[in-house]
C-alpha cells in the first residue's frame, strides 16, 4: 500500500460547470475517476471546474493552479497553469505536468506531483465543493473496451414508477486500438 502525502491545499475559486462540456459528447474530458473509484462498477466522477482556482503549499511556497480550455481535434479538454513565485508554466494538459514543471524551475530537482492529488481530488472538503451544485452524481460504467457513462437520469413523483422519470443522458467512449 502506497502512502499519501498531505498536502495543505485551499480552493480560491470553484470554477464553473458548464453545459456543454460537462454534459456534452466530450464529458469525458470534464470528469475523472480517483483511485478508490477505479476499481468499482459503477465508477463514480468528479468534474472538473472550468476557471476553478487552487492554492497548494509545497515546500513553504504558495503555487496556484488555474484550470482553462484548450481545444483539439479530440474536442474541448481542460488546460492548465500554475503559478509560483513569479514563474508560470505555459498551458498543460494535465495538472501533473503543470505543478510539476514550475515545481521543478524553482527548486531545480526532479521532484513530481500527482497533479488530481494536489488539485485537491483526494481532499474530502475540497470534492464536497465541487460535487455541491449537482443534482445527479455522474458515473460510468465499464463493458471490456466500452464505457458507459451516465449523465443525467430524470425522476418523478410516481411511486409506481420507482420515481424514475422520463428521460436520460449517456454517452459512450469506445477504446480503439488498446
Request: proline share 5%; charged share 20%; with cysteine.
Amino acid at each position: 500500500m502506497t502512502k499519501r502525502k498531505k498536502y495543505m491545499i485551499n480552493l480560491i475559486f470553484h470554477g464553473y460547470l458548464v453545459e456543454d462540456l460537462h454534459f456534452s459528447p466530450f464529458c469525458h474530458n470534464w470528469w475523472i475517476s480517483r483511485p478508490s473509484e477505479k476499481n468499482n462498477d459503477p465508477c463514480f466522477l468528479f468534474p472538473i471546474h472550468l476557471q476553478s482556482k487552487i492554492l497548494v503549499i509545497l515546500n513553504d511556497r504558495d503555487f496556484i493552479i488555474e484550470v482553462g480550455q484548450l481545444d483539439s481535434q479530440f474536442g474541448p479538454h481542460p488546460s492548465y497553469t500554475c503559478k509560483c513565485d513569479g514563474i508560470q508554466s505555459e498551458l498543460c494538459k494535465t495538472p501533473t505536468e503543470t505543478i510539476t514543471t514550475v515545481y521543478q524551475q524553482i527548486f531545480k530537482s526532479k521532484t513530481n506531483f500527482s497533479g488530481p492529488e494536489v488539485m485537491g481530488y483526494d481532499t474530502p472538503k475540497i470534492v464536497q465543493e465541487y460535487l455541491k451544485e449537482l443534482s445527479f452524481r455522474v458515473f460510468n460504467y465499464s463493458l471490456n473496451k466500452l464505457q458507459i457513462w451516465i449523465l443525467r437520469i430524470n425522476k418523478s413523483c410516481n411511486e409506481k414508477l420507482g420515481f424514475a422519470g422520463h428521460g436520460f443522458k449517456s454517452a459512450f467512449v469506445y477504446s480503439y486500438n488498446k
